[in-house]
């Protein structure tokens, strides 16, 4: 019950915390749909309404300091040793450390979502990363993988610059960069890809946990319409796993129908992508599911909410080479390697 574990976490709540907003009727309906347990349905609603305060969470791109510079929290069972977690608060951002690209701020439920990765065997010829911007799941791919190369898409043109701002921070090595629709991405690297990661474009709902708008996040139109372009961007991105390569299929909502319905439409569709259990992760065994798909929920505490699951190529063929871009690429890395 959710209840006890927020006692026993002793989750922060900001100082003379109000609510954000009135829980609309929709956001109600969602949580009906989740949960069956009132007391859960309530949990959940008041961290969309009154969010607590969530540790400041970094993830290092070089051997972290000896003297940590903010307050370090203990790490969570999922967490890995080059992320740290510090108290709520934490101005990480404003700190030289992270000017000179020391570490990479992000949210913990983003770490929640990429840790299946850390299940899958290093130094992966290619990884892709489908939807990159602005690169947090890319640098955790280079970080915990170190692939021989790392390939970060984002077809939002506006969005790329980020995307490329970060990697170079960061000194990322080797990587390249494209704005490339999807199915055109798809049809250059068939069958090619170790790794491909989609971190889904989604309707946002955990943004309601961050303090932050999301406006009509819960409208059946914007699920829909973001369920329709997960499946699309899904399907692409299941054409460039090789056989015995692994997809990543991530979200930071809470709509079962973008969530297990989108990965169960994924599953009829390819077959041959078997879902990977990730033995840290069993805790967080999505209750909607039967099959292994782990959730974040904002009511316990470690961030804001996250939805991943895992597959595995298991079916016959053969990977292609990968493809010479020559000067195709959007932007290829010149700093040294790590």
Not at 138 to 148: D, I, K, N, Q, T
């Amino acid at each position: 019950m959710y209840v006890p574990l927020l006692q026993r976490l002793k989750v922060p709540l900001p100082s003379a915390a109000k609510p954000v907003a009135k829980c609309s009727r929709l956001a109600v309906a969602c949580a009906n749909r989740l949960f069956e347990s009132a007391h859960d349905r309530e949990c959940f609603l008041e961290a969309l309404t009154i969010p607590p305060a969530y540790a400041a969470t970094v993830l290092w791109c070089r051997e972290p300091t000896s003297s940590l510079p903010f307050e370090p929290l203990p790490p969570l069972p999922w967490q890995p040793p080059w992320v740290s977690r510090f108290a709520p608060g934490s101005r990480t951002g404003q700190h030289p450390l992270h000017e000179a690209g020391a570490y990479y701020c992000l949210d913990s439920s983003s770490v929640f979502a990429a840790v299946p990765l850390l299940t899958l065997p290093q130094e992966p010829s290619l990884v892709i990363d489908v939807c990159a911007a602005p690169g947090g799941k890319s640098l955790f791919a280079w970080r915990s993988l170190h692939p021989h190369y790392l390939l970060c898409n984002e077809t939002i043109g506006k969005r790329v610059g980020m995307l490329i701002g970060n990697l170079k921070r960061c000194r990322v090595h080797p990587v390249g960069v494209t704005s490339w629709d999807t199915e055109v991405l798809a049809a250059e690297f068939q069958g090619t890809a170790d790794v491909v990661i989609v971190d889904a474009p989604c309707s946002g709902q955990s943004l309601l946990a961050k303090g932050q708008k999301a406006d009509g996040c819960f409208h059946p139109v914007t699920i829909r319409h973001n369920q329709r372009r997960q499946k699309r961007i899904l399907a692409a991105a299941a054409t460039l796993v090789r056989p015995g390569g692994w997809l990543l299929y991530s979200t930071c909502t809470f709509s079962q129908d973008e969530n297990e319905g989108v990965a169960t439409w994924l599953m009829a569709t390819f077959p041959h992508l078997i879902p990977q259990k990730v033995p840290v992760l069993a805790p967080y065994q999505s209750h909607l599911a039967a099959f292994p798909c782990y959730r974040l929920w904002p009511q316990q505490g470690e961030g804001a909410g996250a939805f991943t699951v895992l597959w595995q190529h298991q079916g016959l063929g053969e990977s292609r080479p990968i493809p010479d871009l020559g000067n195709r690429w959007r932007w290829r890395s010149t700093s040294q390697p790590r």
